[in-house]
């Protein structure tokens, strides 16, 4: 009865297109817009996409559904899934790896949430259509301003507190329904214009122009690795957390897998589309990093009918985007911590939201530390938490029995046997082959070195953490049961 209880005081999504939308709104923001199209410019532009692709529908796809499916049957967060799979103890520390690099995901993301707030506030007073308005230099002075970004670090985290506070429904569904539809309308308007520019058809053949032996570079494969996990969120945990909210008659394999790679894929080339017709005909060099969408987009608008509506369309939409995932991402950790401690919705928001805004400090006082941070955790920490849900779900609890009771459930695209080798066994031999194969071709790099830490350390600190705390939670257990025989 009391399980009967606590499994109907859960929320759930209000509706079907809340559920598609949350899925969408986690997953693209910031990984399509600002990460996909200059990890692209520095790795061959088309051959880039197609590994990507390649990696997103042979990889993310069924592991999206995997980890959905294992939200919906388990009908908990994180730690408390991998236990139910797991049973008590140290392994369960592998949920908290999926956590730690949740938490230090949101921490460098929170920061690039307040890059695009600050655009968009300044695109609402025109200032990229005034006249003297140049675009490096007003980028390389915000960046040099730290007590600025440390100030839209926390107020990005304030209005994610807010928010989440408000819960499910009534906060987190109310403006994910809005943010996807908003970007993507301003993209196809960007992608519009920035077509008519002198130069347009350079960016079209770099964005899909094949340099095939880019694909032969280990640092190829393991960027679009490490944007296909970024771009959809597998890993994260937030498809787990969205699945545990699903209601009885969602679709998972529409929702969890085809869907938002499909729409993923889509708004990432979309962006590109939008941005390198403007990098080539202003001039830019492809390769310019994390601040290519800030320099290059904003040179086109002065020079356009309607540009200062134009950059209020895209920055604005570009925000909301990347605050709505924001939104999601730190709903992992919510939903998690909420669920193993005593402390109630609010206290567990303000903690985690503290914790965050904490830890992305460094990467809110230099956007240097952001690039580093960026590579090393979407590069590195993402495919360890994705091998993490993996491995338990192919070697532990099994692909066959949660593709019956919670992937074909209801499903509208039922999901055949061949699903069950690809999650067992072709998911954590390409993702290992892929990291062996840059550690061997980069070893001895900063990259290389901070890659290891996080492997080694992670599951040590997740190992540790729960075998402490599972062990206290049994003794605890033990003492009260006896206590009440006396």
Not at 25 to 44: H, Q, T
Request: hydrophobic share 55%; aromatic share 12%.
């Amino acid at each position: 009865m009391a399980e009967s209880e606590a499994k109907t005081a859960r929320e759930e999504w209000g509706t079907r297109f809340g559920f598609l939308m949350a899925m969408v709104g986690a997953m693209v923001g910031a990984g399509n817009v600002w990460r996909f199209p200059y990890v692209m410019g520095d790795n061959g532009g088309g051959a880039f996409v197609l590994a990507f692709l390649v990696l997103l529908f042979l990889l993310a796809v069924p592991g999206l559904m995997a980890e959905v499916a294992l939200g919906r049957y388990t009908n908990k967060g994180v730690i408390g899934a991998f236990r139910d799979v797991l049973g008590p103890g140290g392994m369960v520390g592998l949920g908290v790896v999926v956590l730690l690099v949740n938490i230090a995901l949101m921490s460098y993301y929170s920061p690039l949430i307040g890059w695009t707030l600050y655009y968009a506030a300044h695109s609402l007073l025109f200032t990229f259509t005034s006249s003297g308005f140049e675009a490096e230099p007003f980028m390389e002075a915000f960046f040099a301003n730290s007590g600025l970004m440390i100030g839209l670090h926390t107020l990005v985290m304030a209005s994610v507190a807010g928010i989440l506070i408000l819960g499910i429904r009534r906060g987190v569904e109310r403006i994910v329904v809005y943010a996807v539809p908003a970007l993507v309308v301003s993209l196809v308007i960007m992608t519009g214009y920035g077509l008519t520019l002198d130069g347009a058809s350079e960016g079209i053949a770099f964005t899909f122009g094949i340099d095939w032996a880019y694909l032969t570079y280990s640092s190829t494969w393991i960027e679009a690795l490490g944007q296909a996990l970024f771009s959809t969120g597998l890993g994260w945990g937030i498809a787990l957390t969205v699945g545990s909210y699903l209601r009885e008659y969602d679709d998972v394999p529409l929702g969890g897998g085809v869907f938002t790679a499909i729409g993923e894929s889509s708004i990432g080339i979309l962006a590109a589309l939008a941005i390198f017709p403007v990098v080539f005909a202003v001039g830019v060099e492809p390769d310019a990093g994390a601040g290519l969408a800030f320099v290059s987009l904003v040179q086109v608008f002065p020079e356009i009918p309607l540009g200062g509506i134009l950059a209020i369309l895209f920055f604005v939409g570009f925000f909301i985007a990347t605050f709505t995932s924001g939104l999601l991402i730190t709903e992992v950790s919510v939903t998690t911590v909420a669920e193993e401690t005593r402390f109630d919705r609010t206290q567990t928001v303000l903690g985690i939201c503290g914790l965050i805004w904490l830890v992305g400090l460094p990467s809110a006082f230099s956007a240097d530390f952001l690039d580093f941070a960026d590579f090393i955790f979407g590069s590195w920490g993402l495919p360890l938490a994705t091998l993490a849900i993996i491995l338990v779900i192919g070697w532990v609890m099994g692909p066959e029995r949660l593709r019956v009771l919670a992937v074909n459930k209801n499903a509208g695209i039922y999901v055949g046997k061949w699903w069950d080798p690809v999650i067992k066994y072709v998911i954590p031999i390409v993702m290992i082959f892929i990291m062996g194969y840059f550690a061997v071709d980069e070893f001895g790099t900063p990259e290389m070195i901070g890659g290891m830490l996080v492997i080694i350390l992670f599951p040590i600190i997740g190992y540790g953490i729960m075998s402490v705390v599972d062990r206290t939670a049994t003794e605890t257990d033990t003492a009260e049961v006896t206590g009440g025989d006396d």
